[in-house]
């Protein structure tokens, strides 16, 4: 099973104990090419419903009620529109996309328990508070292909930015490329000596020996001394004063730490973050803001097929149809019938809602009200961008063990006269207590708890430049109340919603190998669509 | 002495065999804070000149002949400009910017020897000839910001893109990411090992010793079997099927290679280069082109004040001024005046002018003819972004050991129609040979020789797909005739340069440590508008 989401990173612990010795070595070369040089394979190949399906079939496309309109249930409408479904979006919210939510100057938004905020970002700062990031590798960058949404550079790495472990009794922050130089350094130069030494004589052959320490002089900028192998630091470290014109020849950054120091301050264990496979760089986001992308969606399906303030009170499936009751805009209550329901909704809230699918459906839909992750950002605003200016962080992500976990620098706007900050993730990586500190504040108590953090790093311009924020905590968003969830893989609770339940189908990135990363909706979305379209061509 | 260029990295040997043994371990949080915190430090802070200078102090801005267009030529005078300084500019070419030259559709360009190429690319596909990528802490960046030039990320490591050794026996390519999970896995597997054999216990304290492993564990993604500790894989190398929805859990790309394949293969050979202080992501380029950025100079400085097309053919230092000769765009020989010259032209084409500035002067211009290095590069346009639909590949290099090198590419217009990738950058790293071979050929036996590379990486479509290409040789560019320089640092003649020769300073990337990188023609070009200006305010 693998557990991939932006909020927790690939699960290796998890994948190792079910792949077990099974993984284990094999011949290098001998089907490399195929899974090197080939495109990366699907599990199986999506092909949307056409029009032409119906024509050849002589069969009609349905009616179909979709319930949530995020991600998985724009999806659904859009890619069942491409065939003439008469598909109907109800959305609790005034806005659509989910968490997709990209906060930009005024901005409204009133959390559960009553606070409301109003973003005043000057120019065109925003906040990604859902999904801020795309891997190469995920279907929503062929959406946003599809549907014509430009996309840039996310930065999620950048080795100008700095990792700061408090707690290791670091008195300062230090740059990712200056930890790097001295974590290879010095395992460069561990293996070396204890390849010398024989330690490894069982493991090396002598013409791996001589390519390992050809490789660790290289990568580890290690040299031969009269005591062996070294590691002296130098410029990969980074230069206190950059090389010049003239005779200006740079002064490289020092004194090298001790190996004991370098091990003692736990720099390196945020190196593996950027070799996940959903973390790795390159990685993009849509020009503008993520929710571009619900934006190119619902633009496609037909805004008049989406009934925003919309909350669904009731789902009755037939024989024949399925009838969904809810609570209008207008503070009505009405009814939608459909040949269909796709129900796309957050699981535990679905849980909620009345319904006749069954008590094994109202018991797997329960499990995940046990699996919620209480996650959360806030935007920073500030003045001026003071992190190029002073620092030379263009974009990326600076670690820490403090609350706040890291501070995100814009990838967009480079130049510009201001910028928005993420000053914290919380939640991340299974941080619930920091996450639930910050959630139970009130917003402007969340921004000086993360601005007294975020002094340590970069000083006092993090307080005094800064003109304004807004944070959400995602289990007190509205008709949400989750960052994501942990599905229960393996469970039969977890099989039974994916297959429909009657003429109800469930979909969202809950019920993908890929959650809390839009990708997993719109991977879902598919298998849905897929399957529903194979059955009203069979019927 | 460093030699920080983008052609051939920061020479590291080069550093540490200056360095020496002064690089020695320190405490590491003694400087750290100052180092790690403050802004970086510049040798000297740089003051433009100001109109309130001459006002202040009585005196009067000169009239100064700079002799070149490219970066440090157009600088002094954007900067001298500031002042009020009556700035002239000569520029052999019909074109400003030197090596700064960005090929898009309809680009004409001659080369020495009479071939000529006409670029028919569609769209905005573009090639940067010359200089493509900028460092965050390169002054390069703050001239984007002053003159308005909008930037992106220039995209130079993708964990998509591929490594191919065809010399070390690959048979395929392999992605960076499989090839980093597999080095440091097993760099992990063999120093978890000899620590746990006491090998290193006289390196190693037991907090040393838990560090180290609780590291390894992580970044080495190893773990302990009954036989000690092992490296198994796992979803950093990536997946042959990626994780989706329902039960698809993704399909982790096997089989792991052994340790032996692993190095004997030489993957490990191209990781270094993203941790180089000059390298290092995140890098930048100009939105639309490199070139962007001499045209903002040249329009700063006002267009009138630039005379192409005008070769300078003799120069006369006198007490009180300086007399430049040159062949105007309209064929007749034309005298220049002026109070002051700024000579930024290559060194070793301004050794073949006439001049009075003195023995010493032509001896140190002339030892960089035996400093130029033979770099180039193809641009090859393709009907459709197949690296992207097909490899997912979003800009970034392949690094290969063939006579290509690398393949770069495009960092923009993703999702376009069409795309130029980067079929070799020759040169690289000193390569000379493989250059010289590419240097030799008419510009389609480039295309089909690079193709041919190619082909092995990508297969059929590197060929089939192709619909034009445009290469650049340097040493074959008129009035510039090399790619870069390898300065003579530390010697008498690169001292003298960087003294003004009576009224005629000198100026580039080769009188700086930065050579080949455009921001050693700006840093150069500063520190002798700063001298000009000192000496003119004092006089």
């Not at 993984?23 to 419903?49: E, I, N, V």
């Not at 905020?117 to 292909?145: H, K």
């Not at 929710?291 to 969606?297: G, K, M, N, T, V």
């Not at 708890?449 to 289990?475: C, N, P, Y």
Request: proline share 4%; hydrophobic share 40%.
């Amino acid at each position: 099973m693998m557990d991939v989401s932006e909020g927790s990173g690939i699960s290796r612990r998890r994948f190792l104990s079910a792949v077990g010795a099974a993984g284990g070595a094999g011949t290098m070369f001998a089907t490399m090419g195929a899974l090197g040089l080939a495109p990366t394979a699907r599990a199986d190949t999506y092909h949307p419903p056409r029009r032409a399906d119906f024509a050849l079939s002589g069969r009609s496309a349905a009616k179909v009620a979709v319930l949530g309109g995020g991600i998985a249930g724009l999806t659904c409408a859009y890619e069942l529109g491409k065939a003439g479904y008469d598909c109907t979006v109800l959305e609790a919210q005034d806005r659509i996309g989910g968490r997709n939510f990209t906060v930009r100057n005024g901005t409204e938004y009133t959390e559960l328990g009553g606070v409301t905020q109003v973003a005043e970002f000057a120019g065109d700062g925003y906040l990604n508070a859902g999904p801020a990031r795309i891997a190469q590798w995920m279907v929503t960058l062929d959406y946003c292909r599809e549907l014509g949404v430009p996309i840039e550079v996310f930065t999620n790495t950048n080795a100008n930015a700095f990792t700061y472990n408090e707690s290791a009794g670091m008195k300062s922050p230090q740059r990712h490329r200056t930890a790097k130089a001295d974590v290879h350094g010095y395992v460069g130069e561990l293996l070396a000596k204890a390849t010398d030494r024989g330690a490894l004589d069982a493991e090396l052959t002598a013409a791996d020996k001589e390519r390992l320490l050809d490789f660790l002089q290289d990568w580890g900028t290690i040299e031969e001394r009269n005591g062996g192998w070294r590691y002296l630091g130098g410029p990969r470290r980074g230069f206190s004063v950059n090389p010049g014109a003239g005779e200006n020849t740079g002064t490289v950054l020092e004194p090298v730490p001790s190996l004991s120091e370098v091990f003692a301050s736990g720099v390196g264990s945020f190196f593996s973050f950027e070799h996940d496979y959903d973390q790795a760089m390159q990685m993009f986001q849509p020009v503008g803001g993520m929710d571009r992308i619900p934006c190119a969606l619902a633009e496609a399906i037909g805004t008049g097929r989406i009934r925003t303030g919309s909350r669904v009170t009731r789902i009755t499936a037939g024989e024949h149809g399925v009838a969904v009751g809810y609570r209008a805009a207008d503070g009505r209550d009405r009814e939608l019938t459909a040949d269909y329901c796709v129900a796309a909704l957050p699981p535990h809230l679905l849980a909620g809602i009345p319904h006749n699918l069954g008590v094994e459906v109202r018991a797997a839909l329960a499990t995940y009200r046990d699996r919620l992750v209480p996650a959360g950002k806030i935007g920073l605003e500030y003045r001026n961008r003071w992190w190029e200016t002073d620092h030379r962080i263009y974009g990326g992500i600076t670690w820490t063990d403090l609350d706040i976990s890291t501070i995100w620098y814009p990838s967009h706007g480079h130049h510009g006269r201001t910028g928005v900050l993420v000053g914290y993730q919380s939640g991340y990586r299974g941080d619930d207590d920091r996450a639930v500190r910050y959630e139970r504040l009130p917003p402007k108590e969340r921004e000086l708890l993360a601005v007294a953090q975020g002094v340590k790093i970069h000083g006092a311009k993090f307080r005094d430049e800064l003109t304004g924020s807004f944070s959400v905590a995602w289990r007190r968003a509205p008709h949400i109340e989750t960052a994501w969830t942990s599905p229960p893989y393996d469970t039969a609770g977890y099989r039974l919603l994916n297959r429909p339940a009657g003429r109800v189908y469930f979909s969202g990135d809950w019920l993908s190998h890929l959650s809390s990363w839009q990708a997993g909706a719109f991977e879902s979305a598919r298998l849905v669509v897929a399957a529903l379209h194979r059955r009203v061509l069979s019927a």
